[in-house]
């Protein structure tokens, strides 16, 4: 039961840490997701004077993925109704090329006003059309989450950093006896505190388990299923294989990190 106990007192904070590194990784993983689904479904419109092509604009815009000549015969056709045939023919002669210019990545609101003030100043172009109003909306909300989620997650992380130290102190206490004996034999100090690195390491293996375990129960929720379609978010965010190695590497290293701590500030004493 003592086992148990000792086992649970550092396993738990290495639960609050992981899974908050857990979560940053997957709302991270779905924002990425959302953003390049939006710069899919995003353009911006160019009126121009002049014919343009997707490598001249490429030269100016590195984002530019794709320029798409816009028919302006829907145009035509709504002005067809109140205008003669001459005045409509005139009106074609002078109607500007337009396009529908496609992005590689999902701008910030700064980058999309550089994007505005470049794309003004190529020659030729008469108006461009970003809807930044709609688009800024979208980032920000994007930003928002974003930030809040690092944040709160650093907060856990620190909170269970100095649990994990303290409770590797207790257990330092509990074999301070032994390590006595050891040190007086004339032992190195990483075989007088093996110990301390053999717990932090067995629990920092039970927790990685518990977490991806837990992850793939959540993945298979029919309720989360349908969350993540709503969301639009088809590509799956979980990685269980990599997943769990980058959460095993970080809580042993962590874990042999508090351990190290704790030694270290106990000998300046």
Request: charged share 20%; proline share 3%; net charge positive.
């Amino acid at each position: 039961m003592n086992t148990l106990k000792r086992h649970f007192s550092l396993i738990i904070p290495l639960l609050a840490l992981l899974f908050s590194l857990e979560s940053i990784v997957l709302v991270n993983r779905a924002i990425s997701v959302k953003e390049d689904k939006l710069s899919q479904s995003y353009s911006i419109l160019l009126a121009s004077r002049q014919k343009l092509s997707l490598e001249f604009i490429v030269k100016n815009v590195r984002e530019a993925k794709n320029l798409i000549p816009i028919n302006p015969d829907f145009l035509l056709e709504r002005l067809k109704q109140n205008m003669t045939e001459a005045n409509l023919a005139n009106v074609k002669k002078d109607l500007p090329f337009f396009y529908s210019l496609k992005l590689s990545v999902f701008p910030n609101q700064k980058r999309l006003e550089d994007i505005n003030q470049i794309l003004l100043k190529i020659p030729g172009v008469q108006k461009v059309e970003a809807f930044s109003k709609t688009h800024n909306q979208v980032y920000r909300l994007l930003f928002l989450i974003k930030i809040n989620v690092w944040i709160f997650a650093s907060l856990i992380a620190i909170l269970s950093i100095l649990l994990i130290i303290r409770q590797i102190q207790i257990w330092r206490f509990e074999h301070s006896k032994r390590m006595e004996i050891m040190s007086f034999l004339g032992a190195p100090v990483w075989i007088k505190n093996g110990i301390l690195f053999r717990l932090a390491i067995i629990d920092s293996i039970i927790t990685s388990i518990c977490i991806i375990v837990g992850t793939f129960y959540l993945s298979m929720r029919e309720d989360f299923k349908e969350m993540i379609s709503a969301l639009e978010i088809q590509e799956s965010i979980f990685r269980f294989g990599s997943d769990f190695l980058m959460l095993l590497s970080i809580s042993i290293l962590i874990s042999v990190f508090s351990v190290l701590v704790v030694i270290f500030s106990q000998r300046r004493f």
